[in-house]
């Protein structure tokens, strides 16, 4: 079979093959059908998430079962103040042959060496630690002891972290968190979702989620992504809206400018659009639209954006920064 042939079949059966991932997700998750779509265009996209959400919403529990729904490798970490670099790298161990007392250096993996990997709540560890992520995040390989090893490809990231409780975390660097293709936040549940949720998990047994999607099969849906067109409109509009963000650009007004320290940098332009892109496939549709890069802008770009201390002083953050944005930038 073709390459091409795949790719043409995986786009014939698209549809069916979405909504069968959506319904096999919701064996598992009630509601929290926004922050589901974000996570599908990351895994379309090829890039990597970070769900911020306070304590009890399911951040885990939507991951593990996205994880359960693709034939992928799954590892989770659970990252705390004393875990260090090698503790999710891997590292060299000495093994001795009882026989002989020859000795060898073997690598040890760590679960970094996986396809799906959860970084559960990513900032309670320090930042020597968390940057044990940076070259597995850009790369898709890592470098251990001067030798360079790549991870398996698809490699997707899936970060939680809890935005309230700040006694022992770390807070991503501006860095790390660049990384990251979306920032969707959880929200608490409508009252009908939170019944239906508290009913379906009090009860003797759930239906467990089934496999939907292999490897090979996401890797062709990716490379779709990729040729899914973006107009030359839209690739201006997603440029000119976060160059606007940034304090001294010409396009940036004073508004803006007085309310932001730091502005996103090109890798968030790369986002919106690529996000566009994947989430037109996910609907069906031929091309990506400015409507998909308004819809996207938050997610993609409330993560690079630093308010400045007029903004905290005033209780603006970054999504209302980007909101102006939105009500400024024309498309």
């Not at 009860?203 to 067109?229: F, Y």
Request: hydrophobic share 40%.
């Amino acid at each position: 079979m073709t390459t091409e042939t795949t790719a043409e079949q995986a786009l014939d059966k698209l549809s069916e093959t979405r909504d069968r991932l959506l319904g096999e997700i919701k064996k598992g998750v009630v509601g929290q059908d926004m922050v589901i779509e974000h996570l599908l265009i990351t895994l379309l996209a090829r890039g990597h998430c970070l769900l911020t959400g306070i304590p009890g919403l399911g951040k885990t529990l939507l991951v593990k079962t996205l994880a359960n729904c693709l034939t992928l490798g799954f590892k989770r970490i659970q990252f705390t103040p004393d875990l260090m670099p090698a503790d999710v790298v891997g590292s060299e161990v000495v093994d001795e042959d009882p026989a002989t007392g020859k000795r060898s250096f073997r690598f040890s993996p760590g679960p970094i060496f996986s396809q799906v990997v959860l970084a559960d709540e990513i900032n309670r560890t320090p930042p020597k630690t968390q940057a044990a992520l940076l070259e597995a995040m850009e790369e898709r390989q890592v470098t251990v002891a001067g030798q360079t090893r790549a991870l398996e490809s698809p490699f997707f990231v899936l970060a939680t972290q809890n935005p309230i409780e700040l006694e022992g975390t770390y807070p991503l660097p501006e860095a790390q968190l660049d990384r990251f293709l979306l920032n969707p936040v959880i929200e608490y549940l409508s009252e009908q979702d939170e019944i239906k949720m508290v009913g379906e998990t009090t009860r003797d047994s759930r239906s467990l989620p089934e496999a939907v999607l292999s490897g090979p099969e996401i890797e062709v849906l990716q490379n779709l992504t990729r040729q899914v067109p973006a107009p030359e409109n839209v690739v201006s509009y997603a440029v000119r809206l976060v160059s606007a963000s940034r304090p001294g650009s010409e396009s940036c007004d004073e508004w803006t400018s007085a309310r932001t320290k730091w502005g996103a940098g090109s890798r968030g332009s790369q986002a919106l659009v690529l996000a566009a892109k994947a989430k037109a496939l996910l609907d069906g549709r031929a091309n990506a639209s400015c409507e998909d890069i308004k819809k996207l802008a938050v997610p993609a770009l409330r993560h690079r954006i630093l308010p400045s201390f007029l903004a905290e002083s005033e209780g603006v953050g970054a999504d209302e920064i980007i909101a102006h944005l939105l009500a400024n930038i024309s498309a």
